[in-house]
């Protein structure tokens, strides 16, 4: 098949939490999930509730699901493309905001490329951009570190290590915990930083529960918020 016959791979947006889709995302997203029938997502249930509550009208018995997560064999991954080749147009979908950042899919973006698809990116909610944009931090010059390691001592020293590159070069260090370690990881950041550096807690973005506030540490001593199982990103700056 000519290239031009390839299904072209529509990197598709969802919402990052319980929210009606259509008041953060545009009506281009809407068009997309109506048009495709083949999906690659990290859980197929939340996903056809994701494509339900954007189209109620499509016919879930028509859809096509392959799954890309920690039980995914590697071996599969490249042919989870092959309706592509066949020229059918395929969606990635992350399970919650845009596929390929901080996310599994961007294995399938990168083999896609190499198998000369199109590859279209939707419109929608980054968390990480948008905790950027309303930090008031430095968004010419930030890094994103995904997750601190997990045992206290080399939690801590990453801390440490992040702040002080902060301070030498101006970079805002932006990190995730899991949900439910939320509120310990803001402690240790706390106890752990200097008091003059600043620190941002963007939580539950674009929900009505949303929370953002930059502070330096030495005010954050003072702040009683709870993020406990609050999907949150955590930004520092020295």
């Known amino acids: 098949m000519d290239i031009k016959s390839y299904g072209r791979l529509f990197l598709i947006p969802v919402t990052l939490g319980e929210v009606n889709p259509l008041e953060v995302l545009p009506l281009s997203v809407r068009k997309v ?19 339900k509550s954007i189209n109620p009208g499509k016919s879930q018995p028509s859809l096509h699901f392959s ?7 590697v071996a599969e991954i490249p042919g989870f493309l092959d309706p592509c080749l066949e020229g059918k147009d395929m969606g990635l979908m992350s399970e919650a905001g845009v596929p390929g ?3 599994p899919g961007a294995e399938i973006v990168g083999i896609a490329h190499q198998k000369n698809i199109r590859v279209q990116p939707l419109v929608g909610p980054s968390s990480i951009l948008m905790a950027m944009m309303s930090s008031g931090l430095n968004g010419q010059n930030f890094a ?3 997750y601190l390691p997990i045992d206290k001592a080399g939690r801590r ?30 402690d240790e950041l706390v106890s752990t930083l200097n008091s003059g550096t600043q620190l941002c807690v963007a939580c539950d973005i674009s929900l009505p529960s949303e929370f953002i506030k ?8 003072m702040i009683r918020e ?4 609050r999907p949150a990103i955590f930004i520092i700056q020295g």
């Not at 495709?36 to 197929?44: G, R």
């Not at 709870?226 to 199982?229: E, G, I, T, V, Y």
């Open 144 to 146: 994103f570190n995904g």
């Open 67 to 73: 799954s890309i997560n920690k039980f995914t064999q």
């Open 157 to 186: 020293s990453k801390i440490r290590e992040l702040e002080a590159h902060s301070r030498q070069t101006g970079q805002s260090q932006a990190f995730i915990e899991t949900p439910y370690r939320n509120n310990k990881l803001l």
């Open 101 to 103: 950042i901080a996310d």
């Open 33 to 51: 999930v109506e048009m495709v029938d083949h999906y690659i997502v990290e859980n197929e249930k939340t996903a056809r509730r994701f494509i």
């Open 214 to 221: 930059t502070l330096t540490v030495s005010q954050w001593k």
């Open 226 to 229: 709870d993020f406990h199982k």
